[in-house]
């Protein structure tokens, strides 16, 4: 095949494509035509490393054989640039920001690697908040988002695995895990998950890990998303491995724990009291909000005698006049305070907070007053709705969010006896949840004693001198020296 020939093929494959520039370069009277697109490429390094060296070789007392033979060599240029025999790939080349060099009498091209995509800088993370710790988040670069890793962890164990996914985007995924502390058998799974991809195209983190999913019917997440780089490097050293995707400022984490997923970047910037306090707030609060509603409304609708007299008089006095029962006013309540906090997501920041926290509070006052739900009713529903942003991670908070509606039906044509047979079938659920063969309830379920030092409470770091089991390998297991 000649040049022409592999040219024009090129020239097919861009078809249509109206902001592709052809530049067309003669050195030493042969044509060599530099094909790219503006936006997408660093127009500095094309200028300064290839058309001007380009152009100025001619000049040069060199000839025609010694230029092909130093491009072969790879030294005709101070950046790095690779070889393709295939015009689609070229192409692909060509619309992902990496300018191709088709050159007269060669049956190939090259190309070189200055994608420059517009991006934000580096900000602070919106969903992670720490008062104490490092401030900074991923962004949609994939190329920043790995040198926030390497400004973590400066060690050649840390490796990447390159993968790219989506017949039409064509997205690029890395692997990211250290050499020695992960399982080998994660690490296999999750590349055979990835090389084995077909679908379109992959627009966020959130696609991957659905494709991914072992049991896809389980509320519960067997991911951990994150957008802060000290806790992927935090658990990249407890033998976890991280999956990056390029467009998007978040990263997964696998395996996972029910545990890993109440745990925050901040309790271990703090004293380890402070730490296993909150700990155990959350551990509570997160319980309350999937469990509240739907105690309150079996017992006052089935087992009212178990209250204390005076807490008995002042509900039933409350709900005197309320026209429906205590599940539909549940219902109720649930599903208005889902709505404000939905809306309060979708409109815009500066007001989006006010309406939704003024919107609680004059809509639950106003129905009280109109008699429509009970006081105790809203104040049950507050508490609830409070309780569920304690949860630091908003896949686990939302399976807890859904799950509530599932007991509260159920507490309110069932009694006690329905929460308690759905209680016990969540936990059977959770108890036999994997991910990634880790037991997802660890060290509950199975019982692991040594690795409550930074579960339900934290230890000092001292004296954690063990990986958890759930994560690692065992020929590194230490965490720490003797």
Known sequence: MTEPDILELVRQQLADCNDAVYQSIRVYGHLCMLIYIPSIVDMYKLQEFITSPLKSETDSKRDWPDFIERLDQGSAF?????????????????????????????????????????????????????????????IEDIHTNLSLLRHKIKHPG???????????????IYLVYIEGLCKPEILSELEEKLTHFSVDGILGISYLAEYMRQK?????????????????????????????????????????????????????YQSFYAGSWIRMVRLV?????????????????????????????????ARENIPFSALTEALIME?????????????????????????GIVIGQAAVQAGIVSAPMVIVVSITGIASYIIPHLELGLAFRLLRFLLLVLGGTMGLLGVFCAVFVIYGHLANLKSFGSPFLQPIAPLVMKDWKDTLIRVPIQYMKQRSTSYTNTMNKRRQKP
């Open 78 to 138: 101070a950046i790095p640039y690779m070889k393709s025999y295939h015009p689609e790939r070229a192409a692909e080349r060509i619309v992902s920001g990496n300018p191709v060099l088709c050159i007269e009498g060669l049956p190939y091209v090259y190309y070189f690697e200055i994608v420059h995509y517009q991006k934000r800088s580096v900000s602070e993370s919106q969903n992670e908040l720490v008062v104490i710790g490092p401030q900074e988040a991923f």
């Open 158 to 172: 840390l490796k990447t695995k390159h993968f790219t996914v989506g017949k039409y985007t064509k997205t690029d």
């Open 216 to 268: 896809h019917f389980s509320p519960f997440p067997i991911y951990q998303y994150t957008e802060r780089p000290d806790s992927v490097a935090a658990s990249l050293m407890e033998g976890r491995v991280s999956i990056l995707q390029d467009g998007t400022p978040s990263a997964l984490l696998a395996p996972v724990t029910f545990f890993a997923l109440l745990q925050s970047s901040e309790d271990y």
């Open 285 to 317: 609060f997160s319980l309350i909000s999937m469990l509240l509603p739907a105690l309150y409304v079996a017992i006052t609708t089935f087992h009212s005698q178990i209250l204390p007299s005076d807490l008995l008089i002042t509900i039933a006095s």
């Open 335 to 359: 599903l208005t305070f889902e709505a404000l906090r939905e809306a309060g997501t979708r409109i815009p920041k500066p007001v989006g907070q006010t309406v939704s926290i003024i919107g």
